[in-house]
């Protein structure tokens, strides 16, 4: 079975700064995978050259098989990206917005798994309410419902949590943990919560100015580190790896 996402020697750089200095992982499907690193590490520059949104220097970067430069369509319908910065337009509802969202994919009667989004992320009550009257936490479950309305077999979260209050984390979640254990999607997650990741998660890779710089399932990076907890392991690897990690 083909990975569900591949990313080999991926390089990108802004100016003279480089972002992501060859970065190479494999996140096999049905996997769920935490992307972790302290601020400015590349995790948003590699998920942006995952969704297509930005070209990197070079690389290979697959979804399914679906190489992202050579078959930006193909692969652009496998992933769903809940992006870190909130960007809407004001003038539509939270309906319209989905709908029109379920066009960019060619899907006109979506309307049934629009409704069971709404519900799962709590936003059923404000289907008619303009984006711009929602309160931050709220544009955030639009956010996710965006990334999820034409059914990705792969689902990529960037920080979905940050500054979200802790009702609708856990309601988050549930949901994400539906999808991933009940209905096969896979899913990559990046979060500054090392106990969420912990929680969730199978797999981990840990980011540090461009690199991986430790990449292993959870439990054993746990049992190589004899300790407790990830944030732990995440401390210990920031420091065998130079400074202290900033998250
Ligand atoms: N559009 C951009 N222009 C210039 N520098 C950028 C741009 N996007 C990201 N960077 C830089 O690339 C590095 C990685 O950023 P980013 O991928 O956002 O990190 P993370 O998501 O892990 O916090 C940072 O040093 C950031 O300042
Ligand atoms: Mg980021």
Not at 31 to 37: I, M, P, S, T, V
Not at 64 to 90: C, I, N, T, W
Not at 202 to 226: F, P
Request: hydrophobic letters at 40%; aromatic letters at 6%.
């Amino acid at each position: 079975m083909e990975p569900a996402i591949e990313i080999r020697d991926l390089r990108k750089s802004f100016g003279t700064m480089q972002a992501l200095k060859g970065v190479s992982l494999l996140v096999p499907q049905g996997d769920f995978f935490a992307l972790l690193g302290p601020n400015g590490a590349g995790k948003t520059t590699l998920i942006n050259a995952l969704a297509g949104l930005s070209r990197p220097d070079s690389g290979v970067l697959r979804v399914m098989g679906h190489d992202v430069l050579k078959d930006y369509r193909a692969a652009r319908r496998s992933v769903g990206v809940v992006p870190q910065e909130l960007v809407f337009d004001p003038f539509f509802t939270v309906r319209e917005t989905l709908r029109i969202q379920s066009g960019y994919f060619g899907l006109r009667h979506n309307d049934d798994w629009i409704d069971d989004i709404l519900f799962n992320l709590q936003l059923a009550d404000k289907a008619e309410a303009n984006m711009r009257a929602l309160s931050g936490g709220m544009k955030r479950r639009v956010l996710i419902a965006q990334a999820l309305v034409h059914r990705p077999p792969v689902i990529v979260l960037d920080e979905p949590t940050a500054g979200v209050d802790v009702e609708l984390r856990q309601s988050l979640w549930k949901f994400i943990q539906r999808l991933n254990q009940k209905e096969g999607h896979t899913i990559l997650l990046t979060t500054h919560y090392l106990d969420e990741a912990e929680a969730l998660c199978r797999h981990v890779a840990i980011l540090k100015q461009g690199q991986i710089v430790a990449m292993d399932e959870i439990r054993h990076l746990l049992q190589s580190y004899q300790s407790e907890s990830l944030e732990e392991v995440f401390v210990s690897i920031m420091h065998q790896h130079g400074s202290q990690g900033d998250q």
